[in-house]
């Protein structure tokens, strides 16, 4: 019996999993996904939050700020992307500057450093290329962009390496009680463990539902984005808000720690949880509200449209604690933004609540931090010391972002290992560029049969049923 079983490995699942990996304890990450950070941690706005939106005295309001503040740290010691760059929310007519000043206040009250009330002749200073309608902003220089996908693998990458399993493609479909815990039924096969953390995104009332009494509701939100090509990467150089409103923060422009331009969301309930298509309708919305803030944004640029589902909750918090029908259960629910910000917070938060009832001990031998090599990154003299190592690097294999084979291998014989083509993308960006994998992904997809040993046509583009080579066609080789 493990001491802790985690259900999901989004970023809350994975940095559960990284927090608790620093101690004497046996636990398992049941993932329903063949890959992780597959959910909503991978469709996102990317945004490190400063912590001015939530109302003081939530759990948003304390643990956005206090997870903005170990973002850094934790980042540079996992190597991971992040950047502060700063976000401003602008003011378009009086009542919007009324909202600033509501902002600042509670940014105040919830321990945002930095935060100050711009002119609109000071915002645009910053930001030329704004509307000339703006009036003002909230200026906030803790914020700050990331890549979600790769601070949840390098997480996952540690923990793995300190002993926790992981086990991917394990959706959970029974949970029960019995003598010192539970036995939580997946399509892997019966885990059984002391504790149970519930950290599966839109699906996290359905888990609970499993086994303890209705005690919360999701409200799956649909957000649809557009990534510009890097040609449109410096339109602006911090975050771009709109003043939030009651279906959130409303439509942002920014720049992506991989030098894209990110705009979107909208935000519309939907009744599947899953159903990531997007639509004429809101992309159409997106597109109107951003040039509402830059009107110079070139959408004739965009290479990508993605859509992504948050974990909504009617108390406008997120909901963190023990069942209170089921003890043992401990509920990490309606992570919607800021999430993402507060992620190595709530994680704290879990692995206090285990702390207080299983009193491990912390290892010895905890292997932290981690270090990748990213080839385009490197000075003439590193390449030539990489590629003398191991002459795969020496070989692009996708020329939009310069990355090697040698990159995709050693991603290929990590902790986490990758086995579709966009799990190879999330890891080492390749196909990221503005081809869109057009030209590198048949490489990859041979890269990854040649290390996995598998056949061409087991290897998939992402999820189960992408397939992309089905059957042998004229000519004996070709398929």
């Known amino acids: 019996m493990y001491n802790v079983l985690i259900i999901g490995c989004g970023v809350i699942g994975a940095a559960c999993a990284y927090e608790l990996s620093k101690y004497d304890l046996s636990v398992c990450v049941l993932e329903k996904s063949n890959d992780v950070a597959n959910g909503t941690t991978k469709a996102n706005s990317a945004v490190v939050h400063a912590g001015y939106d939530p109302h003081p005295g939530t759990n948003m309001a304390r643990l956005n700020v206090e997870g903005n503040r170990l973002m850094g740290e934790l980042c540079e010691k996992l190597d991971v992307p992040f950047k502060r760059i700063g976000s401003h929310v602008l003011a378009f007519s009086e009542t919007d500057l009324k909202t600033l000043e509501v902002l600042y206040d509670r940014g105040v009250k919830n321990g945002v450093p930095g935060l100050k009330l711009l002119t609109a002749e000071e915002v645009r200073t910053m930001e030329p290329n704004l509307a000339d309608t703006v009036l003002g902003s909230l200026w906030a220089p803790s914020a700050g962009v990331i890549s979600p996908w790769e601070l949840t693998l390098a997480m996952a990458e540690v923990a793995v390496r300190n002993g926790v399993k992981l086990v991917l493609e394990a959706p959970v479909t029974a949970i029960e009680k019995k003598d010192g815990g539970f036995a939580v039924t997946t399509d892997k096969g019966v885990f059984e463990g002391r504790f149970v953390l519930n950290a599966a995104g839109v699906h996290c009332a359905d888990v609970a539902e499993l086994i303890a009494e209705k005690e919360f509701t999701i409200q799956p939100n649909r957000g649809e984005y557009f990534l510009l090509d890097k040609s449109e990467g410096t339109r602006v150089h911090s975050t771009i808000f709109q003043c939030p409103n009651e279906k959130g923060k409303g439509v942002l422009v920014s720049p992506t720690v991989h030098g894209n331009l990110i705009v979107g969301p909208d935000a519309v ?3 599947d949880p899953d159903n990531t298509k997007n639509t004429a309708e809101g992309l159409e919305f997106v597109r109107t509200m951003a040039v509402k803030s830059v009107p110079s944004l070139s959408f004739r640029d965009n290479i990508r449209n993605f859509t992504g589902i948050r974990a909504n909750h009617s108390s406008d918090d997120f909901l963190i604690g023990e069942s209170k029908t089921v003890p043992g259960l401990f509920n990490l629910a309606g992570i919607k933004s800021p999430g993402l910000s507060s992620a190595p917070a709530i994680a704290l938060e879990a692995v206090a609540y285990l702390k207080d009832n299983l009193n491990p001990k912390e290892k010895a031998d905890f292997r932290d931090g981690r270090k990748v090599i990213r080839f ?6 590193e390449r030539n010391a990489v590629i003398a190592k191991d002459p795969r690097y020496g070989r692009v294999i996708c020329r939009c972002e310069t990355v090697t084979e040698g ?8 902790p986490v290992p990758p ?15 503005r081809c869109q994998g057009g030209f590198c992904g048949p490489r990859v997809q041979e890269i990854l049969a040649r290390e996995l040993g598998v056949p061409m046509d087991r290897i998939l583009m992402d999820g189960p049923g ?5 059957e042998q066609t004229k000519g004996g080789g070709a398929k």
């Not at 385009?376 to 003299?381: D, F, N």
């Not at 992408?466 to 089905?470: E, F, G, H």
């Open 466 to 470: 992408t397939y992309i080579l089905t």
């Open 376 to 381: 385009k990154q490197l000075s003439s003299e």
């Open 269 to 271: 309930n939907v009744s």
């Open 419 to 433: 086995t579709t083509i966009n799990g190879v993308k999330r890891r080492v960006g390749a196909g990221m560029g």
């Open 407 to 414: 990159e995709i291998v050693a991603a290929i014989h990590s």
